[in-house]
Nanobody, 120 residues
Framework: QVQVVESGGGLVQAGGSLRLSCAAS????????ARWYRQAPGKQRELVAA???????NYEDSVKGRFTISRDNAKKTVYLQMNSLKPEDTAVYYC??????????????WGQGTQVTVSS
């Protein structure tokens, strides 16, 4: 079966950095589109960044210039490098992957979420 495991969250002071990882494993061939979402308490889940299979990236305006989404196709892993973190970045971060199966059928999967807390 397919597993999507997130890691890298934690507590950091404002201005600091974290790198989140999202690794896919199991009966898949590759990652198609990958996305990072976040959800703060009492707020709707929002799309933070996305990357296509060709490497094209898109970012939510508030994180442009601070966050970078990237991928390592050999490792079947997607990353979110977060620099210059602000308290308003505090949220649970979720990766969301479109994954090719062995038959090239695309299925969508969510990571379990990882908490990012940025203190003032």
């Amino acid at each position: 079966q397919v597993q999507v495991v997130e890691s890298g969250g934690g507590l950091v002071q404002a201005g600091g950095s974290l790198r989140l990882s999202c690794a896919a494993s199991g009966s898949i061939l590759s990652i198609n589109v990958a996305r990072w979402y976040r959800q703060a308490p009492g707020k709707q889940r929002e799309l933070v960044a996305a990357i296509t299979s060709g490497g094209t990236t898109n970012y939510e305006d508030s994180v442009k210039g601070r966050f970078t989404i990237s991928r390592d196709n050999a490792k079947k892993t997607v990353y979110l490098q977060m620099n210059s973190l602000k308290p308003e970045d505090t949220a649970v971060y979720y990766c969301n992957l479109d994954l090719y199966s062995s038959t090239y059928y695309v299925n969508n999967y969510w990571g379990q979420g990882t908490q990012v807390t940025v203190s003032s």
